[in-house]
């Protein structure tokens, strides 16, 4: 059974910054991109980054490029996002997601306020 598991979000100030993890399990992480999403309240959900399953070639949407880093860890079944410079718009619900299984994780609320 494929499952993901968010955690790492919480409260942050502008400009702080936050490190979400995702635990994958169920099948090999290894072998397939991951990706991260949010939602914000009233909004659609969209994607944040990208990154294979080497590792390479990671991909940001505009409105985070140059603050978030998206990471992979094969041997521990890892997913990172790392978000610095955060703004109030990060704002919103965070998502691990396998696409190769459509199955998203439970998702981890971001906040970012002063």
């Known amino acids: 059974q494929v499952k993901l598991v968010e955690s790492g979000g919480g409260l942050a100030r502008p400009g702080g910054s936050l490190r979400l993890s995702c635990a994958a399990s169920g099948f090999t992480f290894s072998s397939f991109a991951m990706s991260w999403y949010r939602q914000a309240p009233g909004q659609e959900r969209q994607l944040v980054a990208s990154?294979?399953?080497?590792?390479?070639?990671?991909y940001y949407a505009d409105s985070v490029a140059g603050r978030f880093v998206i990471s992979r860890d094969n041997v521990w079944n890892m997913l990172y996002l790392q978000m610095n410079n955060l703004k109030p718009e990060d704002t919103a619900v965070y998502y691990c997601?396998?696409?190769?299984?459509?199955?998203w994780g439970q998702g981890t609320q971001v906040t970012v306020s002063s």
């Open positions: 990154i294979t399953n080497s590792g390479a070639n990671p």
């Open positions: 997601y396998a696409s190769r299984f459509a199955t």
